[in-house]
């Protein structure tokens, strides 16, 4: 069994009941009910406005649910929520680095911030596994938006994580960048960790999902495999391509 697999008592990476949120006059989850077994990838889908962000985001601790109850890795969801942030990382999409420092000074402050220390050999090794290994002294005012977005999957990298949450991955990535993506997600599996993936890129995600949730209008459309999927839900007319 691996170091994130599902426990003996058969703890969920995630198990919600009747999630709902409200932000503003707007109910952005309503009634939410679902389980994610540890070590497997859960994809979300759904046009904008469905809720893909804030349900990422009530998981990770950052918003409080308006109702209902839940557990993220054996612990209690608000209750619970320094433990919780502590064993996870969100990948957002507009990932925080800092612009005054170099790509390298951003992997060190990362690191720091979790409580670890690491030899520059180390971040180095994470620059190359981004794609960055020639620009680590540059400072990231200076990056692309693909390049900002792969240091931002670097930041990830400095820390040993049981569930890696992921909001547009794709965005702002060419053709190698998604291939990275997808490749750190396998990876994240083989290791045990739980993915929780968020996207309109819906017909790239679907290929690392174990499981799907497609919502609309804060509701969950339907929680299945990627091979029972309706093929109006890969569709993604409409979906402009902003996170919601």
């Known amino acids: 069994m691996s170091d994130y697999g599902a426990t003996e008592d058969g703890t969920a990476a ?21 389980e994610v077994e540890r070590g497997t990838s859960l ?26 109850a839940g557990e993220v890795l054996g612990l209690p969801l608000v209750r619970g929520a320094d433990g919780i942030r502590r064993r996870l990382g969100l990948l957002s999409t507009r990932g925080h680095l800092y612009d005054d420092l170099t790509a390298l000074e951003n992997l060190r402050f990362a690191a720091w911030m979790a409580g670890l220390r690491a030899r520059d050999e180390r971040f180095r090794s994470i620059l190359a596994s981004v794609g960055l290994s020639s620009e680590g002294e540059r ?50 599996k083989r290791a045990g960790r739980t993915v929780l993936l968020a996207t ?45």
Request: with cysteine; charged share 30%.
């Open 43 to 68: 994809v979300i889908i759904g046009p904008n406005g469905a809720g893909k962000t804030t349900l990422l985001r009530v998981i990770a601790t950052l918003l409080r649910p308006s109702a209902g």
């Open 14 to 34: 995630v198990r919600l009941e009747g999630i709902s949120k409200r932000l503003g006059r707007t109910w952005a989850l309503r009634e939410i009910s679902l």
């Open 200 to 244: 309109h890129r819906r017909g790239l995600a679907v290929r690392a999902a174990d499981r799907v949730v497609v919502l609309q209008s804060g509701r969950l459309l339907r929680y299945c495999r990627p091979s029972e999927l309706d093929p109006a839900d890969l569709d993604p007319s409409g979906d402009g391509g902003r996170a919601e």
């Open 139 to 188: 400072r990231v005012r200076e990056f692309s938006s693909g390049m900002r977005k792969r240091l931002v999957f670097g930041t990830l990298l400095t820390r040993r994580l049981e569930m890696v949450l992921l909001d547009e991955p794709y965005a702002s990535l060419d053709g190698d960048g998604i291939r990275m993506v997808d490749g750190f997600v396998d990876e994240w």
